[in-house]
Nanobody, 128 residues
Framework: QVQVQESGGGSVQAGGSLRLSCDAS????????MGWFRQTPGNERQAVASLYSAIGSTYYADSVKGRFTISQDNAKKTLYLQMNSLKPEDTALYYC?????????????????????WGQGTQVTVSS
């Protein structure tokens, strides 16, 4: 059974930093990728960043480029999201996803690949 668990959310003032972590377990595929998504009330969940280590592919949403960095400890299947220069508009519930057997790098951040497993989310609140 695939399990995904996020941690590291919290409250911070604008301009501050937070680091999110995500632990995944329950699968043994070499072909997998992981990503971070976020959602605000009344809006759809959107991709923030993804990492497909097997092919060295990363994706960042335009709104976070240059401020957020995604990384992974492959041995531990632990995913990180370093968030710097946070803005109030970054406030959201952040989800981690493990995407198994993607057919392309876009499957890692589409959020609609069938073999996508989600964590329960961690809240990030940025005050002005």
């Amino acid at each position: 059974q695939v399990q995904v668990q996020e941690s590291g959310g919290g409250s911070v003032q604008a301009g501050g930093s937070l680091r999110l972590s995500c632990d995944a377990s329950g699968y043994n595929y070499n072909n997998y990728c992981m990503g971070w998504f976020r959602q605000t009330p009344g809006n759809e969940r959107q991709a923030v960043a993804s990492l497909y280590s097997a092919i060295g592919s990363t994706y960042y949403a335009d709104s976070v480029k240059g401020r957020f960095t995604i990384s992974q400890d492959n041995a531990k299947k632990t995913l990180y999201l370093q968030m710097n220069s946070l803005k109030p508009e970054d406030t959201a519930l952040y989800y981690c996803a493990a995407v198994l057997r993607p057919s392309s790098s876009s499957d890692c951040y589409s959020g609609s690949w069938p073999l996508t497993y989600w964590g329960q989310g961690t809240q990030v609140t940025v005050s002005s």
